[in-house]
């Protein structure tokens, strides 16, 4: 029986991203996009399908007449969340997935559903540390 080499203790074990983490800035969105709790459910469910995610439950928020919405949909693969200020024409949106999952998809769905005239996008690449 031929065993594997055990690896080497003297090098770093380098871990791959468990996931990858998009913060989305959303700007210059039109009021009646960011104030309804079932339209945005629909929607980051819709972006969670699209990035070939699997979705477990979702909770949304409303604020009130002309408020925002705060809500969260939970993946098999992390989850999606979104808080929105109509009053402003703002949404922050946070995707964070990983395994085979694609959350630039996702991104992608909201982003052409809520039509903001400004995106600034952070992108965390999320690992373990490195064990030596």
Do not use: Y
Not at 7 to 22: C, E, I, S
Not at 32 to 59: I, M, N, P, Q, T
Not at 63 to 80: C, K, M, N, P, R
Request: glycine letters at 8%; a negative charge.
């Amino acid at each position: 029986m031929k065993r594997e080499a055990l690896p080497d203790p003297a090098q770093p074990v380098v871990h791959q991203p468990a996931g990858t983490h998009l913060l989305a800035d959303l700007s210059g969105i039109a009021a009646e996009k960011l104030g309804d709790c079932a339209a945005l459910d629909a929607l980051l469910r819709a972006a969670a399908e699209a990035a070939h995610a699997r979705v477990l439950f979702s909770h949304f928020h409303g604020f009130g007449e002309g408020q925002g919405v705060t809500g969260v949909v939970l993946l098999a693969e992390s989850h999606i969340s979104i808080h929105t200020w109509p009053e402003c024409g703002f949404a922050a949106a946070d995707i964070f997935m990983c395994g085979s999952a694609r959350p630039e998809l996702a991104l992608t769905i909201i982003e052409t559903a809520l039509q903001p005239t400004s995106s600034q996008i952070n992108t965390v690449r999320r690992a373990p540390p490195a064990i030596s």
